[in-house]
Nanobody, 124 residues
Framework: QVQLVESGGGSAQSGGSLTLSCVASGFRSNDYCMAWFRQSPGNEREGVAA???????SYGDSVKGRFTISLDNDKPTLFLQMNDLKPEDTGRYYC??????????????????WGRGTRVTVSS
């Protein structure tokens, strides 16, 4: 019943900004951890950012200081504000959710549920 639907992907130039959204449905509890991952050709899936239901956040080193993850608990809806975009940010971005995780951190999230992704392309 849990579904995650991403939106907001597109193209941007270096230094530009994009905002991604992920609308969640079917959540049965509030002990969730949500995260953004990304995947680009030739690269392994990378954790971008994570946030728990209380608003605690964590970020991958490559996006720290440029990206901001946030959560509207009522929907819930996950957001990723991406600023100062770089070509290496190009890839498909996926929304993920996990329940009952004792440590909601971007390096610890494996994801119980996944969206289908939204593509981001950054050019020079």
């Amino acid at each position: 019943q849990v579904q995650l639907v991403e939106s907001g992907g597109g193209s941007a130039q270096s230094g530009g900004s994009l905002t991604l959204s992920c609308v969640a449905s079917g959540f049965r509890s509030n002990d969730y951890c949500m995260a953004w991952f990304r995947q680009s050709p030739g690269n392994e899936r990378e954790g971008v950012a994570a946030i728990d239901a209380d608003g605690s956040t964590s970020y991958g080193d490559s996006v720290k200081g440029r990206f901001t993850i946030s959560l509207d608990n009522d929907k819930p809806t996950l957001f990723l504000q991406m600023n100062d975009l770089k070509p290496e940010d190009t890839g498909r971005y996926y929304c993920a959710a996990e329940f009952g995780l004792s440590f909601c951190h971007v390096m610890a999230v494996s994801g119980d549920y996944w969206g289908r992704g939204t593509r981001v392309t950054v050019s020079s």
